[in-house]
């Protein structure tokens, strides 16, 4: 009984690192004047997202060009969750949901900013 303690508080102790690793790579960051993600592409803001209000307003064909920024907790008081109309949830910076543009192909990329003068590039 005594070594399964041990095993189990082996387990648990080695869980809690990997918690500990997940947690300190950020959802988001800033980078050469904007937000992005962890793997350091763009992040984007949609004007036709009221800020605040909870909610995405880009589902189905506008999400696949837009693919969101799921997060199931908001990393500190600058970010929230919104819930999209899929039920998932998405993070938001200062109310806005964030969003990736499909077009950049890599980390840097900003090709997103200003398309149909309602996609921006998000920043801090």
């Known amino acids: 009984m005594k070594k399964f303690v041990s095993m189990a508080a082996a387990l648990v102790a080695v869980a809690g690192m990997a918690g500990c690793a997940a947690m300190s790579e950020a959802p988001v960051k800033a980078m050469d004047g904007v937000l992005v993600g962890a793997s350091g592409m763009t992040l984007y803001?949609?004007?036709?997202?009221?800020?605040?209000?909870?909610?995405?307003?880009?589902?189905?064909?506008?999400?696949?060009?837009?693919?969101?920024?799921?997060?199931?907790?908001?990393?500190?008081?600058?970010?929230?969750?919104?819930?999209r109309d899929d039920g998932k949830t998405q993070l938001a910076y200062k109310g806005k949901p964030l969003y990736f543009w499909a077009k950049d192909a890599k980390p840097g990329d900003k090709t997103g900013d200003g398309v149909n003068q309602v996609w921006h590039a998000a920043r801090p």
Request: glycine fraction near 8%; hydrophobic fraction near 30%; aromatic fraction near 8%.
């Open 45 to 83: 803001t949609f004007d036709r997202d009221a800020a605040g209000s909870g909610k995405s307003v880009c589902n189905g064909p506008c999400a696949t060009n837009w693919p969101p920024l799921m997060a199931s907790k908001a990393p500190d008081s600058n970010y929230s969750i919104v819930t």
